[in-house]
């Protein structure tokens, strides 16, 4: 079996992603790690460089400036780097998402147990989403609580997001890949860096959706959508916590929330009652 790993970044330092902490959190698992590397106005490419691997394959890209729909850019990335994996199966890991140290020997030995089942197109994981600092975790069901990272490498897929994948059974219509829950969990930063880089991020990538983001002054979400996070970080995002995460989050109890999270404030109280999951799905489960 050939595990492909694969990502996109651009500015992740002046962004404040922890993309080496993402990149080294998954190497052990793989056999190559392809990184589309945009052109960056830091350090980004030179610190990748400086991972001592020769697992890495680097890219370089130039990102389509013009290209403000949606951040279909960020597709476009993706799929350029996904189309040089030559693995078995390929694990796509955004910049800012962290594989548990702990996780690493469930993960491959699912991708073992699937190798050859046919049937089972893509593999899916639990998530933590961090909000506000690393001791804050989203559970509305606004937030995905579960995705696939890793599709086989042998079927025609493609991302019309960054976030998930189609399989093209014919030629006009996609579908979501057929999948399995492995019951392992990706852990993303992404909503967990500072203030600062917060604001500088929202700056940076409103160009690509076609749109200007308010002011961002600090994080805002409704007290009922998060939870404390009572488990253990990975071991390799521990010092990113420490000198880069936003340390200090306390929701606002007087928050007054919209429509939509008004909605999501019913929707989880049928979460609730039902025992069900009202969260957005990119896949669709099989019976093994």
């Known amino acids: 079996m050939k595990v492909s790993c694969f990502t996109f970044i651009k500015n992740g330092t002046l962004l404040g992603y922890p993309f080496i902490e993402s990149i080294c959190s998954a190497l052990p698992l793989c056999d190559e790690f392809i990184i589309a590397v945009g052109?960056?106005?830091d350090d980004t490419l030179a610190r990748i460089k400086e991972i001592k691997s020769e697992k890495i394959i680097i890219i370089e890209t130039h990102w389509n400036?013009?290209?403000q729909d949606?951040?279909?850019v960020y597709a476009q990335q993706k799929m350029i780097a996904q189309y040089r994996c030559t693995g078995d199966w390929v694990f796509y890991l955004e910049g800012d998402e962290i594989l548990h140290e702990e996780d690493l020997i469930k993960i491959r030995a699912s991708?073992?147990?699937h190798l050859n089942n046919q049937k089972v197109e893509a593999l899916v994981f639990?998530?933590?989403h961090f909000f506000g600092s690393p001791g804050w975790v989203a559970v509305s069901p606004a937030w995905y609580r579960r995705e696939c990272r890793i599709?086989?490498?042998t079927i025609r897929s493609w991302a019309p997001d960054a976030l998930y994948w189609l399989v093209m059974d014919k030629n006009r219509?996609?579908?979501?890949p057929n999948a399995v829950l492995i019951n392992t969990t990706i852990y993303h930063y992404g909503h967990a860096r500072s203030i600062d880089k917060m604001r500088m991020k929202n700056k940076s990538v409103e160009?690509?959706?076609g749109h200007k983001n308010s002011q961002f002054n600090g994080y805002e979400i409704d007290p009922h959508a998060i939870r404390r996070f009572s488990g253990q970080h990975p071991q390799i995002i521990k010092k990113w916590i420490t000198n880069e995460a936003e340390q200090i989050f306390i929701p606002n109890q007087d928050y007054r929330p919209n429509k939509r999270e008004i909605k999501h404030r019913f929707s989880m109280f049928l979460e609730k009652l039902f025992k069900i999951d009202l969260s957005k799905k990119h896949y669709k489960i099989i019976r093994n």
Do not use: A, Q, V
């Open 126 to 128: 639990d998530y933590h």
């Open 207 to 209: 160009r690509y959706w």
């Open 39 to 41: 052109n960056s106005e």
């Open 65 to 67: 400036e013009k290209m």
């Open 111 to 113: 991708m073992n147990l």
């Open 70 to 72: 949606r951040g279909f």
């Open 151 to 153: 599709i086989r490498s």
């Open 173 to 176: 219509t996609g579908r979501p």
